[in-house]
């Protein structure tokens, strides 16, 4: 898999876990309604799915993802939370972006069956 469909992967994947936690948490915490749950479910159910979608082996793949996540939670802090990031926020995401790149574009032995 090429590195631009990888990382938009990783970033949709993310979006999708993002949703499927905040829903809930709206309805929890804010006192929203609880059809948010139905959105929320199929939100997790799809990034399971898009999970699936890379060719590395599981482990690999959730822990590269990870450092996607963190720069897609911290961009959603300041998109949908209205919390402009400071620059701690910042330096932890492109610590973890180059972490997630190391992990997802390292030369690894080949995957095994």
Known sequence: MNIAKTLGLFAVTAVCEIVGCYLPYLWLREDRSPWLLAPAAASLAL????????????????????????????????????????????????????????????PHAPRTP
């Open 47 to 106: 990034f399971a799915w898009l999970l699936t979608l890379h060719p590395d082996a599981a482990g690999r793949t959730y822990a590269s993802y990870g450092g996607m996540y963190v720069a897609v939670a911290v961009a959603w802090l300041w998109l949908v939370g209205g919390q402009r990031p400071d620059r701690w926020d910042v330096l932890g995401s492109v610590i973890t972006l180059t972490g997630m790149a190391v992990i997802a574009f390292g």
